[in-house]
């Protein structure tokens, strides 16, 4: 399973970070994403790295503003966002990768944790 | 970017209804395809991959099948804990994009 933490308010123009710890899978060997949700919405797919985060691609609704990170050694994926906008509140997801890659879809999902962005 | 289309945006069936959903992809991405199911206020869960291969655990009334661009998510007899919102996801490229969900109802 994975585990999202960090959520909350913040003000626009701020910064958040997103954690994720993920459990009962081989971490270090998996590729982990996030994934958005803004109230009433779709799902957007924002990020991905590689299990020893060498490949990384972003969308570009957060490329230069989020940045994706992982520690395996703590088995925990990271979202730091900065220069948040309103249209930033979601629900944000971590999600895990298939074991045979990235087209096989996204397995494992976590509950998701809840950012808003206001004044 | 691959935009991913799906049809209808929602729809409204009895138990025991075949409920298809279409999903069309702007290019082809042979059958990098997923789909999805969410319930209100729960993560979406993964039901398919490969356009047509249905995870462990999942009914076998759900069945995918698609090449190319064009998809298709069939429920070949509706139950009542079918409801949600359904979504599909190409895995061709990067940035991944998913449809923009049909939600299905029981009458």
């Known amino acids: 399973q994975v585990l999202e933490s960090g959520g909350g308010l913040v003000q626009p123009g701020g910064s958040q970070t997103l954690s994720c710890v993920g459990s009962?899978?081989?971490?270090?060997?998996?590729?982990m994403n996030w994934v958005r949700q803004a109230p009433g919405k779709g799902l957007e797919w924002l990020a991905v790295?590689?299990?020893?985060?060498?490949?990384?691609h972003y969308a570009d609704s957060v490329r230069g503003r989020f940045t994706i990170f992982r520690d395996n050694s703590r088995n925990t994926v990271y979202l730091q966002m900065s220069s948040l906008r309103t249209e930033d509140t979601a629900i944000y997801y971590c999600?895990?990768?298939?074991?045979?890659?990235?087209?096989?879809?996204?397995?494992?999902w976590g509950q998701g944790i809840t950012v808003i962005v206001s004044s | 970017d691959v935009q991913m289309t799906q049809s209808p945006s929602s729809v409204s069936a009895s138990v025991g209804d075949r409920v298809t959903i279409s999903c069309r992809a702007s290019?082809?991405?042979?059958?990098?395809l997923a789909w999805y199911q969410q319930k209100p206020g729960k993560a979406p869960k993964f039901l398919i991959n490969?356009?047509?291969n249905v995870q462990g655990g999942v009914p076998s009334r759900f069945s995918g099948t698609g090449y190319g661009t064009d998809f298709t998510l069939t429920i070949s007899s509706l139950q009542a804990e079918d409801f949600g919102t359904y979504y599909c996801?190409?895995?061709?490229?990067?940035?991944?994009?998913f449809g923009g969900g049909t939600k299905v109802e029981i009458k």
């Open positions: 790295i590689s299990r020893y985060s060498n490949s990384i």
């Open positions: 996801q190409q895995g061709y490229s990067f940035p991944l994009t």
């Open positions: 999600v895990k990768e298939e074991p045979n890659g990235y087209r096989y879809g996204l397995d494992v």
């Open positions: 490969g356009a047509s």
């Open positions: 009962g899978f081989n971490f270090g060997g998996i590729s």
């Open positions: 290019q082809p991405i042979n059958n990098w």
